[in-house]
Nanobody, 120 residues
Framework: QVQLVEAGGGLVQPGGPLRLSCVASGSDFRIYTMGWYRQPPGKQRELVSRFTSGGSTNYVDSVKGRFTISRDNAKNTVWLQMNSLKPEDTAVYYC??????????????WGQGTQVTVSS
């Protein structure tokens, strides 16, 4: 079982920055595939950004150039730096971890979510 604890959400004005953090349990964090998802009001959860198994990063088109995902394996932490925030970025943001169990099989875990509201 992997526990994920998110922090950093809040209310921010349009154009402002916000940094989310997610701390994961476990001694093998380095092998987790980590990512951030979000669920806007009344909509389905969507992928925002994630690390691939090869270590590269993916971003949904709407956040490219504004959001940056990063991680520190020594701290069991992944961050999402969000710049130039827009009202449409308003959502509950969730940290996600995929931990390999067997070849081709991974356990999937979610944080509790943190609310990000972009409004003037």
């Amino acid at each position: 079982q992997v526990q994920l604890v998110e922090a950093g959400g809040g209310l921010v004005q349009p154009g402002g920055p916000l940094r989310l953090s997610c701390v994961a349990s476990g001694s093998d964090f380095r092998i987790y595939t980590m990512g951030w998802y979000r669920q806007p009001p009344g909509k389905q959860r969507e992928l925002v950004s994630r690390f691939t198994s090869g270590g590269s990063t993916n971003y949904v088109d709407s956040v490219k150039g504004r959001f940056t995902i990063s991680r520190d394996n020594a701290k069991n932490t992944v961050w999402l730096q969000m710049n130039s925030l827009k009202p449409e970025d308003t959502a509950v943001y969730y940290c996600n971890a995929e931990r390999p169990i067997l070849p081709g099989i991974a356990g999937r875990y979610w944080g509790q979510g943190t609310q990000v509201t972009v409004s003037s």
